[in-house]
């Protein structure tokens, strides 16, 4: 870092500065007005409205059930990709070999006892985010990405070798992973079958009863708003995304010796 | 008059620096000290999503880039070079 | 049911923190974080605390008390050395010095190293557990000898320590 | 003032992000390392994903706006009426969502894309693999 990128730096930041003062001067463009998008509007009006319970979804945080209810399949969808890139990293990795026997080494005492200390209270929070998704913010995925510093903080610590020692291979993550998403669709179509069984119209990703059929899913548990599938959606997203980004993690910092064979075998197909 | 001043004083300093960071992470040639920087410029994001009212995006992108993203670089760059060639 | 004291513990924290962290007090939240922490619990129980606790081990509290004022009054001193150096030109002298410890448990060591860390003036860089010596830097080094450096540094926090984990 | 005072942090903080976009941009073209180009796309995703932000946010009345989560469990119906009237708009925060993880998805196969490129050539930067390999590079 030269002195002189710093100033380059912070002249740049002093145009973006003036250039805002001249706009303001002149009076152009308005930003953050009073008036929102009336999607927007509706999607706040009715998300949590026990008045109009064709409309509703039982959830207080809006924005959870956009993601779970009002636009379901689109998160589905996203959830596929985060698979094919682990499958794209898979391909790109083909032939590597877990050598589980390795000596670890990890940081000095300090650093792992403080690690000990903080790892349960990270699962307790990330657990407790995901599964208030449709009270407080938060939700599957923030969970997940929490839950992921787990073991991020255990390949820095600790070093890879204690994530065998704990039983994580690749290979069992993906296949949980599997599982999760295929009890996504279960989630998902359980309306359809219903609503098969007991001969009456009913719709894919449906949550709670529409003008035309009237299943839904429970919508209260004791006395907090369970909002239907939200909370089975946001349970199931939580294990897809923390076994999806661990596998990642270990895949990317497998060491050279697991790594050769994967290389030498694209050199005879080559 | 009721007049609300220091969120919108935050939402100015953080966008600037963001520039500001922004220009020397481009310049940067070690790229260790990069990474740093991005990581920096992801707190400043993360205030800035919680100024916007958008508080599951503030707890989303706390941890993805303050521990997932710089850890991964950091995985890819003790596996290639650490230094940026012309 | 062996070692029950420490899994009331440990399932007692995670609790707390669960129903701190949700923000709300509902029977929903109780039923989901006694379900979360007696998994956690089960988890990590045996690797958190080694040790079989012992219900007189509410009285090792007070020793914590002990350990705060001592440590407020050592960080006092130490900042008042230090603005010393700043202000009037104060001769230093830094080095690395060797000092042994003699405590047993990890979570004394940890306790005593970021004490010292926390303290301006000495830093601690290393813990070496085989021959039980923590690297200190020290930027006023009076004395070379282990044993004396010790009685300066860390013996204070030692005794109060080993009453807490001991 | 307060008016113009919100008008001034928003403009500023636009322009900020169009500089950033362009800067990010900058560092995607001209930078010849591949590690040094996939930090540049990282922050080109930050700056568009703060710039969608902008579109659901509103100041009413000069107060400062509210979150989209209702805080306490049985409502009246005025305070849901209020709640529509004075929270910010949830469906780009629910897009960007949706954008950080497609973008985290993607970084992670590009980061096993770059890891694969230096094991065949030696080498991140594009220019020395476009000649062809790291020893013309160094003479």
């Known amino acids: 870092m030269i002195k002189r990128d710093v100033l380059v730096a912070f002249s740049l930041s002093l145009l973006v500065l003036s250039i805002s003062l001249i706009i303001w001067l002149e009076g152009y463009i308005r ?4 008036i929102i998008s009336s999607l927007g509007e509706s999607y706040l009006y009715y998300s949590y409205n026990p008045w109009y319970s064709n409309y509703t979804s039982f959830s207080l945080n809006v924005v959870s059930a956009i993601i779970w209810d009002y636009r379901g399949f689109d998160t589905f969808l996203e959830t596929t990709v985060l698979m094919a890139s682990i499958i794209a990293i898979y391909t790109l990795l083909r032939g590597f070999e877990e050598k589980v026997f390795l000596q670890p080494k990890g940081l000095s005492t300090i650093t792992k006892t403080a690690t000990k200390i903080v790892i349960p209270l990270i699962i ?14 938060g939700g599957g995925f923030q969970g997940g990405a929490t839950l992921a510093v787990i073991s991020s903080l255990i390949i820095a610590v600790y070093s890879l070798e204690f994530l065998y020692y704990m039983g994580y291979r690749s290979k069992r993550l993906v296949v949980i992973r599997g599982l999760c998403l295929i009890g996504l669709i279960i989630v998902a179509i359980t309306p359809l079958l219903i609503g098969f069984i ?24 004791f006395d907090a708003p369970l909002a239907g599938s939200i909370f089975f959606y946001n349970v199931f997203e939580l294990l897809i995304v923390f076994t999806g980004l661990t596998t990642a993690l270990m895949l990317l910092s497998l060491r050279d010796v697991e790594l050769k064979k994967a290389f030498e075998v694209r050199e005879v197909y080559e | 008059m009721n007049i609300v001043v220091l969120p919108y004083l935050l939402v100015i300093i953080c966008s600037l620096t963001s520039t500001f960071l922004a220009y020397l992470i481009v310049k940067e040639r070690n790229l260790v000290v990069a990474i740093l920087l991005l990581l920096g410029q992801g707190i400043f994001h993360s205030l800035l999503y919680y100024l916007l009212m958008a508080p599951d995006l503030f707890i989303t992108y706390i941890p993805v880039s303050v521990g997932i993203t710089p850890l991964l670089l950091f995985l890819l760059i003790k596996k290639t070079e650490w230094r940026e060639y012309d | ?73 050592a960080e006092i001193h130490a900042h008042l050395e230090l603005v010393e150096i700043i202000l009037f030109n104060k001769p230093i002298k830094p080095a690395i010095v060797a000092v042994p410890y003699h405590v047993e448990s990890d979570y004394g060591v940890t306790l005593i190293a970021l004490t010292v860390t926390n303290t301006p003036g000495t830093i601690v860089l290393n813990i070496d557990t085989n021959s039980k010596l923590m690297y200190i830097h020290w930027i006023n080094a009076s004395t070379f000898n282990p044993d004396e450096a010790r009685l300066i540094i860390t013996s204070g926090f030692e005794k109060l320590v080993e009453k807490i984990f001991g | 003032m307060s008016e113009v005072f919100i008008q001034l942090a928003f403009r500023t903080s636009i322009i900020a992000f169009i500089v950033n976009i362009a800067i990010a941009m900058y560092g995607v073209y001209t930078r010849p390392s591949l590690i040094k180009k996939f930090i540049c796309l990282i922050m080109f995703t930050d700056a568009i994903n703060l710039f969608a932000l902008f579109i659901g946010f509103r100041v009413v009345n000069n107060t400062y706006p509210k979150p989209p989560v209702l805080i306490r469990e049985p409502v009246s119906p005025g305070e849901l009426e209020e709640f529509k009237y004075i929270a910010v708009d949830p469906l ?8 950080i993880v497609i973008s985290l998805a993607v970084f992670m196969f590009v980061i096993g894309l770059i890891l694969v490129y230096y094991e065949h050539y030696g080498t991140t930067s594009i220019k020395a693999m476009r000649s062809g390999g790291v020893e013309e590079v160094f003479e």
């Open chain 4, 92 to 99: 780009p925060q629910a897009l960007v969502l949706t954008a």
């Open chain 3, 1 to 73: 049911m062996k070692r029950f004291l420490n899994k009331l513990f440990v399932f007692t924290i995670i609790l707390v923190f669960f129903i701190i962290s949700t923000g709300s007090f509902k029977y929903y939240t109780l039923v989901i974080g006694v379900i979360v922490s007696a998994i956690t619990t089960y988890l990590f129980e045996s690797s958190i605390v080694k040790k079989t606790l012992r219900l007189y081990d509410v009285l090792k509290l007070l020793y914590l008390f002990k350990y705060i004022v001592y440590f407020v009054k």
């Open chain 1, 198 to 221: 007991l001969n009456t119209k009913s719709y894919i990703f449906q949550n709670m009863s529409k003008e035309d059929s009237f299943i839904s899913m429970p919508s209260f548990l």
């Open chain 1, 124 to 137: 307790a929070y990330a657990l407790a985010i995901a599964t208030h998704g449709q009270l407080t913010p």
């Open chain 1, 31 to 34: 930003i953050a007005t009073p």
